[in-house]
């Protein structure tokens, strides 16, 4: 089972609080085919909602999605929305279309050796999506918006965390310009998720090896795809008067990344060599969680953390967000790259990016 991989008790959050928030709220979903995504839909349908609406660019992933939602919650209003958050006017539009009262943005380039070769389209989904996603909430008069982060938006070393980190700080930026409520969500592997360690180990395990480990000592904290969703609707439900905060929630100790390929070839009963990789470009051995860029507090739910910016001076604005897309549309990879992080240390107050 997938919960003997965490090393500690799966989480569970209260079923009737959600059902009593989410019952008259219109939600939309972003990167609705996604596995956060997916799942936060699935959810949702069993839950019941006023309005539930799947927006996607990934055509086939939304279709399915669609019919397994009207398959197995045919009482649940459900729309799907082909578009994608990088084409504003089109987002605006079909924002204003689905009147959401809440919109979970969980769209998101996630991979981190991908996105260290493709910085540009980083930033263009990853932060000015968001922006776009944010923009059309609050023109389609939503109530509540959500970022889906992630744990390498902590002292970022990689683009796609740096992109995260801005964003977070944009979503701090924006509660200054709006009235809806806005938070980000930031945690680790999702166990079992769609490019993730598990379903990579067991492919390679069923083709007979080599197990692939980047680096012996590497570790990550891991949640379950149900407790992904739990935390996130919760967060969403969680009555909070402070602005544009990141939460995350107790994920008890990272775990080995080799201690994991070990279990799984010892439950497969097959035997499979191991072999050591070494990191690639933007992978830490370790992750963290927070950084000292942060303060961070216990919020009145169990387990969860708040987490704010020291300073005011590192909030990202919409005019920001602006000339980082145009710097994006305007020059090469490897100066957006460089451009990125040099931003991040700016607004961070960090003198040089943290070591990996």
């Known amino acids: 089972m997938l919960t003997d991989l965490l090393g500690r008790p799966e989480r569970r ?25 997916s799942a936060l839909a699935e959810r949702l349908a069993e839950l019941g909602c006023a309005q539930l609406s799947l927006l996607d660019h990934f055509d086939h992933g939304l279709l399915d999605l669609y019919e397994r939602i009207r398959r197995s919650a045919p009482a649940q209003k459900v729309s799907d929305i082909l578009c994608d958050i990088r084409d504003p ?20 380039l996630k991979h981190v050796h991908l996105g260290e070769r493709h910085p540009i389209e980083c930033v263009l989904t ?27 938006a902590a002292a970022p070393v990689c683009i796609m965390g740096g992109t995260k980190r801005l964003a977070e700080l944009h979503i701090v930026g924006f509660a200054t ?14 166990l079992g998720s769609q490019g993730s360690v598990l379903p990579r ?21 891991f949640m379950t795809p149900s407790e992904a969703v739990g935390f996130i609707l919760s ?9 544009g905060c990141a939460y995350m929630m107790e994920m008890g100790e990272p775990v080995s990344i080799l201690g994991i390929g070990k279990e799984m070839i010892r439950r497969s009963g097959k035997r499979v060599e191991i072999a050591i990789t070494g990191l690639r470009p933007g992978e830490r051995l370790k992750e963290s969680l927070f ?53 991040v240390d700016e607004r961070l107050g960090r003198g040089q990016r943290a070591a990996g």
Do not use: W
């Not at 006017?89 to 204003?96: I, Q, T």
């Not at 923009?135 to 509540?144: F, K, P, Q, R, Y």
């Not at 009235?179 to 999702?190: A, C, H, I, T, W």
């Open 291 to 343: 950084d000292d860029c942060e303060t961070i507090e216990r919020c009145a739910m169990r387990d969860v953390f708040r987490m704010s910016p020291k300073s005011a001076d590192m909030l990202v604005s919409s005019a920001d967000v602006a000339q980082l897309e145009a710097m994006a549309r305007g020059s090469d990879d490897s100066v957006v790259r460089q451009r990125v992080f040099a931003y």
């Open 126 to 152: 990853n932060l000015v999506g968001v922006r776009n996603t944010l923009a059309a909430a609050a023109d389609a008069g939503a109530s509540h918006f959500i970022l889906v982060s992630s744990d390498k």
């Open 177 to 190: 310009e709006t009235r809806m409520q806005l938070k980000s969500v930031r945690f680790g592997n999702v």
């Open 235 to 243: 967060v969403t439900a969680f009555e909070d008067e402070r602005g």
């Open 89 to 108: 006017s089109r987002l605006s539009a079909v924002m204003r279309g689905a009147r959401p009262d809440v919109v979970l943005h969980a769209a998101a």
């Open 201 to 221: 180990f067991v492919a390679q395990i069923e083709a007979g090896g080599p197990l692939e480990v980047t680096h012996p000592e590497m570790e990550r904290y």
């Open 13 to 37: 959050f209260e079923t009737e609080k959600l059902e009593r928030f989410f019952a008259a709220k219109r939600v939309l979903i972003t990167g609705a085919a996604g596995s956060i995504g």
